[in-house]
């Protein structure tokens, strides 16, 4: 991509949704609320799983680096975005745009993979109970774990280095909500056909391949929801698992759209608004899908209630 103005670009300018001025201000309001929404969930769920001994198997330890992810990944995108809603100054420095994109596909890939770990985890579970113990243990939930952080981190230090190694020569106007790749990457004034080939191919790698696992392993749970001799246990199990998909199909879907072709041709509002999805809608859906749907949560956060109670009135 070629530039008249060949001068350095020091900082960039996102221009969130500067065409709806009216609309900006109402935004920031229902994403304020979404993001504390957002941190109080997740941070219950933190707290909740780390202090009670009962929830420290596989199930809700994945839950816990779960909703680590999810604060992360709402602390890194929302101050920021909230900042572009409120205020004229929305400029962010070279170095913030390159640490607030690490930082999304760190938080974004990782989720990718422990999303799939999760899914494999609860159909060894309900297909394979026998052999649940001996097929998760606790050596293949830390290696489970632990694949999904570091391959969060690579996959964010080769993206992101590649993306800001391209020259940036004018115009600065990231026209996007936070410095996500698509729209920074159309800014570099060079050929970046390889990093969309890269893209496509990574994209495929980290988040169609987990998804279509992820629906393999529900087809079979499903499988085995419908051998249940009771119909109440089958009915409970259908909702958990569709709110499940849900909300993977959510995340997956919009973000295959935005990563599979960087440069693609949907309007900059439409890419606006599924970045929202992922980054805003999941990480608040989360907390009540997996865990207020989950009766051995909601027991636990009511003996922890009970207890503040008890501790209050003597």
């Given at each position: ?53 009962s929830l420290h198997v596989p199930m809700y330890l994945f839950l816990l680096n779960l909703s680590v992810v ?133 994209t495929i790698l980290i988040v169609m391949v987990p998804f279509l696992l992820i629906l393999l392993s529900y ?96």
């Open positions: 991509m070629k530039r008249q103005n060949q001068s350095s670009v020091f900082d960039f300018i996102l221009l969130g949704f500067s065409n709806f001025p009216e609309l900006q201000r109402q935004l920031f309001w229902v994403f304020l609320v979404d993001y504390l929404v957002t941190l109080l969930g997740n941070a219950i769920i933190i707290v909740v799983i780390s202090l009670e001994q999810e604060v992360g990944f709402s602390a890194v995108i929302m101050p920021e975005m909230l900042v572009v809603l409120f205020s004229e100054n929305t400029r962010i420095t070279f170095a913030g745009c390159f640490a607030q994109m690490y930082f999304i596909l760190l938080f974004g890939g990782t989720e990718c993979f422990l999303l799939g770990a999760m899914a494999f985890d609860r159909f060894a579970a309900i297909c394979h109970p026998l052999s649940y113990p001996v097929t998760m243990n606790k050596r293949v939930f830390t290696k489970l774990v632990i694949f999904s952080w570091v391959s969060g981190i690579m996959v964010a230090t080769v993206q992101t280095l590649w993306v800001f190694s391209f020259p940036f020569c004018g115009p600065n106007e990231i026209n996007h909500l936070f410095c996500e790749t698509p729209p920074v990457l159309e800014l570099a004034c060079a050929d970046t056909f390889l990093f969309e080939i890269y893209a496509f191919t990574g087809v079979r749970i499903l499988l085995a929801i419908l051998k249940m001799p009771s119909t109440t246990g089958r009915q409970k199990a259908f909702s958990t698992c569709a709110s499940h998909l849900t909300s993977v199909t959510l995340f997956y879907g919009t973000a295959s759209m935005t990563y599979l072709q960087p440069k693609s041709g949907y309007s900059p509002e439409t890419k606006k608004l599924m970045s929202l999805f992922y980054t805003l809608l999941t990480p608040l859906l989360n907390p009540l899908i997996y865990s207020l749907r989950n009766s051995e949560m909601k027991r636990v956060l009511l003996k922890v209630w009970r207890r503040k109670v008890d501790l209050h009135t003597f």
